[in-house]
């Protein structure tokens, strides 16, 4: 009689745990768009989610440890005047996020430490270039202020956040809706997968699809790719029969997967959120109740089911902590922010260990705020890991470092390789004295008003103290 031999993992036992109710954030209008983004992001000082607001588009941004219920005046983010579709914080920054939108334009957001006492409304930049909406945003991993956004227009454009232009447009490339894209670990190349039911590998900066696969998942639904850590691609899809598929892919062989497994016959999109320190990828599919989490290895069947949390209620979307946010003394390997209609609930997923000391074999050194390359360094061809930081002590947050953007004179600017189309400009040198006058006023005037913002929230939290005291 042969007896099954369990593979061994450390990874075997993981098991996912909602908070306690009031860890919570309760009372949020989650947006109901008709859009397979994630609605959520998250770094280590804050969460924003995307919610219902009239005349425009907005999110809500929580410090972290504002748990509970929401008043429902809180401030919000709002400069859109269309749905906002997706939001992404910036991996070297966690005061600023970008934003993107019905109304076809990008935003880049400053978030103050304190809670600001209006919505804010100005962006740092607005970044223009899009023909109709942006549903994609993700930021460069490895470089300053590299921004891509992904529209309805079928264009993939790169920006450079500080100076506000465009560096590369990719268009020709993709002959229809844009599923979504993804960075590989030094961000030299891109996934994306299209409405044409083609998975592509991108050289932005080349502008060449440097490999290609049509069909990879059969069915006719959305298809999501994303890059692991060793340069393979993971895939979700659909089979000819509706069925939900993962696909795991080597560029070097892109024709036959790796592995193709079939997992329900659910018609939610599966968005695939990949650990690279653990090799683990998480699968929450919108309108599940459910995260299904498999461990990929060099081993056959290469992805190897590890297990299920379940819950009552569907999600409506989605936020993953990075790594850096995580709490390394519980052993905490990852944390999903999960969306209700009203509320935000945080899953949190363990390694169950007897020892309180740093466990080295769960948290090797990971991705930290800094980046490797500035814009111009990328742009010009180089290309650099993630600078990685030891968790063994705990992340502790870098202070606020303001996004300061420099706009070029759009004149003596070429157009981005790729644009075709021509811009016209007023001339910018028009009575510069005047210009740089109302400029100057308008700067005055904007650092008193944070000033008085700032004061405010410092009274606010004095009153909270004395009614605290008085309880």
């Not at 008043?71 to 709002?78: A, F, R, W």
């Not at 919505?119 to 300053?144: D, Y």
């Not at 944390?335 to 948290?363: A, G, N």
């Not at 740089?436 to 005037?445: F, G, P, T």
Request: with cysteine.
């Amino acid at each position: 009689m042969s007896r099954r031999v369990v593979r061994q993992s450390k990874f075997r036992h993981v098991f996912g745990q909602p908070v306690k109710a009031d860890q919570m954030y309760e009372d949020i209008r989650v947006s109901k768009v008709t859009c397979d983004s994630s609605f959520c992001a998250v770094n280590p000082k804050f969460v924003a989610i995307i919610v219902e607001s009239g005349g425009g588009g907005a999110f809500i941004v929580l410090p972290l440890a504002k748990t509970g219920r929401v008043d429902k005046n809180h401030p919000l983010v709002t400069g859109h005047t269309a749905p906002v579709l997706d939001i992404d914080w910036c991996p070297h920054n966690d005061h600023v996020i970008a934003s993107a939108s019905e109304d076809t334009t990008v935003m880049v957001w400053q978030i103050p430490d304190y809670v600001p006492v209006r919505n804010i409304t100005e962006p740092v930049v607005t970044l223009e270039g899009h023909s109709k909406r942006v549903g994609i945003i993700t930021w460069h991993p490895t470089a300053r202020n590299v921004l891509l956004s992904a529209g309805c227009d079928n264009l993939v454009i790169l920006w450079n956040v500080g100076t506000g232009e465009m560096l590369l447009v990719l268009e020709d490339m993709h002959t229809d809706l844009i599923y979504n894209v993804g960075w590989n670990r030094n961000g030299s190349l891109l996934v994306t997968t299209c409405k044409d039911k083609r998975v592509r590998v991108i050289d932005p900066r080349k502008q060449q699809v440097v490999a290609e696969k049509a069909k990879p998942h059969d069915g006719a639904r959305p298809v999501r790719a994303i890059f692991l850590a060793d340069g393979k691609i993971f895939t979700t899809g659909f089979s000819r029969m509706s069925e939900r598929q993962l696909g795991l892919w080597d560029l070097n062989n892109f024709e036959e997967p790796i592995a193709l497994q079939e997992m329900d016959t659910s018609n939610g999109v599966l968005l695939p959120f990949y650990d690279p320190d653990s090799s683990i990828v998480y699968l929450c599919g919108k309108g599940d109740s459910s995260i299904r989490y498999f461990e990929i290895t060099d081993e056959a069947p290469y992805v190897h089911y590890l297990n299920t949390y379940t819950s009552k209620e569907p999600q409506r979307g989605m936020g993953w902590m990075p790594k850096r946010g995580l709490d390394v003394s519980k052993c905490e390997i990852a944390r999903f922010f999960k969306l209700h209609e009203r509320k935000c609930e945080p899953i949190v997923m363990t390694v169950p260990r007897k020892s309180d000391l740093f466990q080295d074999d769960l948290y090797p050194d990971t991705p930290g705020p800094e980046p490797a390359l500035e814009a111009d360094e990328w742009l010009s061809g180089k290309d650099a890991e993630p600078i990685l930081i030891s968790l063994r002590d705990g992340y502790v947050p870098i202070k606020n470092r303001e996004l300061k953007v420099v706009k070029k004179n759009i004149l003596d600017t070429s157009p981005p390789p790729g644009r075709r189309h021509s811009h016209s400009t007023c001339d910018p040198d028009f009575s510069r004295p005047a210009l740089e006058e109302v400029l100057e006023e308008i700067r005055a005037l904007k650092e008193m008003v944070q000033a008085q913002e700032k004061r405010i929230s410092d009274l606010e939290d004095k009153l909270c103290q004395f009614t605290n005291g008085t309880d």
